[in-house]
C-alpha cells in the first residue's frame, strides 16, 4: 500500500520456495544443481555440503547474458558454505573428481 504523496507504488505478490535435494558428480566436472523456472531474476540464501571427496568445490551463481559469475564460493572436501545472493538465475557446481553431497535454497521472486 503506498502512502506517500510524492510517488505511487504497485503492492508485489512476493513468493517463496524451497528446496533441499541430494547432488552428485561421477567424475570430474560440472553440474547444474538449479535453474529457476519463473523466467525471472530470483534471490536465494542456502547452503552446499560437500560430503565426499577430494580437492575442492566450486559453486557458481550465474545470471543470463552476464558472462563472469555473480558470487563464486569455493569449499573444501568434508566442509559446508552457507550464502544469499540477489539477482542470479542459474547454480553450478565443479569439482575436479568425484564428489557427492547436499543442496538447499529458499528462494524469493515477484509475480
Known sequence: MCSSELSCCTEKVIVQDKVCTNWQLAAAGTQTIYSDNVSQTINGTGYVKFETGTG??????????VVAP??????PSGGSASFSVA???????????????EFCITV???L
Not at 555473480?70 to 569449499?75: A, D, F, H, R, S
Not at 539477482?87 to 553431497?101: E, H, L, M, V, Y
Open 56 to 65: 575442492t568445490l566450486t559453486v557458481n551463481f550465474l545470471r543470463t547474458g
Open 108 to 110: 524469493r521472486y515477484s
Open 87 to 101: 539477482r542470479f538465475n542459474t547454480i553450478t557446481i565443479t569439482s575436479t573428481a568425484a564428489a557427492q553431497g
Open 70 to 75: 555473480l558470487q563464486t564460493i569455493v569449499i
